[in-house]
């Protein structure tokens, strides 16, 4: 460590005020997911390493690749979470929640950890804001997972975002293209990158969202995963595009998505933000139907998705609620009319009007006997609109003095007329 300790590569301090911003967008996730009947759960941060390779798939990059993975003192391997959905089914299944009522609709916003590069949007702590919704029906929890992650989205100003969709079908559409796909890229696997040429043998699925613009060509003439869908899993995807249409929820067919973890099955779909450049995925998610059941429940229908927080913020409309500031609380400041020395008590009659403001529920600061400067850049860092001057005069005749900092104009008035001018400003 050098002589001054700073943050760890991929993880970053959020400082006020943007963590207002963030706090306002888990606020509305919140409110939303209640209005459609989620309950928060809150997963350990750390799992037993095995929940996730059973779940995620011992062949994907998730988990071969990007474990933050440690042996504690007592032997055991423990993984900080890469993502939620295997930690909520393992809840789902240890608690017995497959004899409440279902479908059971959980939602969680927190920390998870990958160990990936770190680039623009792409951080080793990073955040999410998902939903999992479990023991529901096929084709109508899609619907509603989609329902409320749309409704979510514009609640926070996205006007413009598209659902990506796709099938990857049942297991057994999947097992019928992999041989298929093998079969095809095989003889030009000299054409193949070597991740690629690895996935080949591991998971060849995972090729068809390869960012290489001659894999790509390589691929337009592959067959499609869409010949190889059984009817069920054809009639499926039928119903589920069908009702998001009723609904009103914009999406778009991806053929190319696939999505790099191996529970899911038929129904999965991202939302892309062009503003965030490589890293363009805000959103990942669909359904899962083995997923309870490898974990030791009864066969349970899964369906979720899972928002990342930190490219959320970054791609929010400048006309988001979520970003409208509140108005940071009042500066006061003491003073001595007329120059002199400030006697140490006005600092402690500062302090004492800014309690008595905050009982009044009204938040407020105070700098003490600072110069006008001070006070003023203390209110431009809080975004206040308001100095309040306690000085000797004004004590002495009852009164305070206003300063409002957006107009730059002072008045003095008697302090209950102040403090009704105050409440007023804050709404109380
Ligand atoms: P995922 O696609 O791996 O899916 O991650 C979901 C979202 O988390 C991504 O779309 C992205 O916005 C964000 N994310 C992932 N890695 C990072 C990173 N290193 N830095 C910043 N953001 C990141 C899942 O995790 C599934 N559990 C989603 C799900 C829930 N499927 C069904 N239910």
Redesign the pocket.
């Known amino acids: 460590m050098s002589a001054r300790p700073q943050s760890v590569k991929g993880t970053r301090d959020l400082l006020p005020p943007e963590v207002e911003v963030w706090a306002r967008v888990e606020e509305t996730a919140r409110r939303v997911f209640a209005l459609y009947g989620f309950g928060e759960i809150r997963t350990p941060i750390f799992e037993e390493t095995e929940l996730f390779a059973r779940a995620v798939g011992a062949a994907t990059d998730?988990v071969g690749k990007e474990m933050y993975s440690f042996t504690d003192k007592g032997g055991r391997s423990l993984t900080l979470r890469?993502?939620?959905?295997a930690p909520v089914c393992r809840a789902y299944v240890e608690h017995g929640m497959h004899s409440l009522p279902q479908p059971v609709r959980l939602f969680y916003i927190g920390p998870?950890f990958?160990y990936?590069r770190p680039q623009r949007?792409?951080?080793?702590q990073?955040h999410?804001i998902?939903?999992?919704m479990l023991g529901g029906k096929p084709g109508e929890s899609d619907a509603e997972v989609l329902a409320v992650l749309v409704r979510f989205l514009r609640e926070l100003g996205f006007t413009d975002l598209k659902v990506l969709l796709n099938t990857v079908g049942d297991s057994a559409s999947r097992q019928a293209y992999k041989s298929k796909l093998v079969d095809y890229l095989r003889p030009h696997a000299e054409r193949l990158s070597e991740d690629s040429r690895r996935r080949l043998e591991t998971n060849p699925l995972r090729i068809l969202d390869t960012k290489s613009r001659e894999e790509r060509e390589l691929l337009a003439g592959a067959p499609r995963l869409e010949e190889s869908l059984t009817p069920a899993s054809r009639e499926r995807f039928a119903w589920v595009r069908a009702r998001l249409s009723d609904l009103g929820i914009p999406y778009e067919i991806e053929p190319r998505l696939v999505?790099?973890?191996d529970y899911?099955t038929n129904v999965v779909f991202?939302i892309v933000s062009e503003k965030l450049g490589a890293?363009d995925?805000?959103?990942?998610?669909?359904a899962?139907e083995g997923l309870v059941e490898e974990l030791g429940g009864p066969p349970t229908y899964?369906?979720?998705?899972?928002?990342?927080e930190?490219?959320?913020v970054e791609v929010l409309p400048e006309s988001s609620p979520a970003r409208a500031r509140r108005p940071g609380p009042v500066v006061i400041r003491a003073m001595v009319r007329g120059g002199g020395a400030v006697h140490g008590g006005l600092d402690v009659d500062a302090a004492d009007l800014a309690e008595e403001l905050r009982s009044a529920d009204i938040p407020a600061v105070s700098v003490g006997a600072a110069d006008p400067k001070k006070a003023h850049a203390a209110a431009d860092a809080f975004d206040s609109p308001v100095v309040v001057i306690v000085g000797s005069d004004e004590l002495q005749a009852g009164t305070l003095t206003l300063r409002d900092t957006r107009q730059r104009r002072e008045e003095t008035m008697s302090k209950p007329d102040a403090l009704a001018r105050l409440k007023a400003l804050y709404g109380r």
């Open positions: 998730l890469p993502e939620s959905t998870h990958r990936e949007g792409r951080y080793r990073f999410q998902g939903v999992e999505r790099g973890l899911y991202e890293q995925a805000i959103c990942g998610g669909g899962y899964g369906v979720g998705f899972a928002i990342g930190d490219r959320l």
